[in-house]
């Protein structure tokens, strides 16, 4: 495929995009925009993000693509989880202030990626029509450690977010989700951005 070619298949694709996707995407971009600022709202606007997003990665992709509907499931509960996490106070601030990932957490952390990498993996191969099980299976499952990392509000949760945006990019692309390809560019360069303004927080407040 030439770049001419590649070129008026995106801008075909964006126009033919459909209104959960917009709304995913805006509502996504500004739930990014949050978690970087380290405000609370990352997780109302996440939730209208990923309910959008799972409908149309579940009902509007032929084929599905089944472990991404199924991690923004995840997303929803972890959002849940992570929003109840982020409004808990104790003596002198945050009860999950920003940090870096203990050993034992960094662990954990590692280990869902694995398990969940290898079983989504497996179910999409042998219980699914995808096309794309290495990669589908590769975002979700780096995705669900950032996420339980960013809801422990750990600075980690930067690094695995641009390591599932990096495969997620190809993947949309592919699957012809063309704003989704353009939201996830947009969440690698803010995922930088999050992890170097983390980063300097926890200096500023050490100092």
């Known amino acids: 495929m030439t770049w001419q070619q590649m070129y008026q298949t995106f801008m075909t694709n964006i126009r033919d995009t459909r209104w959960p996707e ?18 609370v709202r990352v997780y109302p606007t996440g939730i209208v993000g990923v309910v959008l997003a799972a409908y149309v990665y579940f009902f509007m992709t032929d084929p599905p693509l089944y472990a991404d509907a199924a991690l923004n499931i995840y997303y929803f509960a972890m959002s849940v989880y992570g929003w109840y996490n982020w409004v808990q106070k104790k003596e002198g601030g945050y009860s999950y202030p920003i940090s870096w990932c203990s050993r034992r957490e960094l662990v954990m952390g590692i280990a869902l990626f694995a398990g969940f990498w290898t079983s989504i993996y497996i179910v999409l ?5 995808s096309n794309t099980p290495l990669l589908d299976s590769l975002v979700s499952s780096s995705a669900v450690t950032a996420m339980w990392w960013m809801a422990r509000r ?3 949760n930067w690094l695995a977010w641009i390591a599932s945006n990096i ?10 989700y063309m704003l989704f390809t353009l939201m996830y ?11 170097r303004d983390w980063v300097k927080t926890v200096k500023h407040e050490r100092h």
């Open 125 to 129: 191969v042998k219980g699914t029509n």
């Open 185 to 195: 560019i947009l969440f690698l360069a803010m995922a930088w951005w999050g992890y």
């Open 22 to 39: 917009w709304v995913s995407t805006v509502a996504q971009v500004a739930s990014v925009w949050y978690a970087r600022k380290n405000n």
């Open 154 to 156: 750990k600075i980690e």
């Open 167 to 176: 495969v997620a990019i190809p993947l949309n692309f592919y699957k012809g």
